[in-house]
């Protein structure tokens, strides 16, 4: 949030450019994470 008003004034900031990266990144972390998960229940198991 603190990222996006720096790139866009209040005005700015509740649509577009910053909800659709910050969408992104929170769509690759979920990826990146569960993968991760699957990689340590294959070590384990």
Request: proline letters at 7%; hydrophobic letters at 40%; aromatic letters at 8%.
């Given at each position: 949030q ?44």
């Amino acid at each position: 949030q603190d990222l996006c008003l720096a790139v866009n004034p209040p005005p700015f900031d509740k649509g577009g450019k910053c909800d659709s990266a910050k969408q992104g990144i929170v769509r690759f972390w979920k990826g990146w994470t569960e993968r991760k998960i699957l990689k340590l229940i294959e070590v384990l198991s």
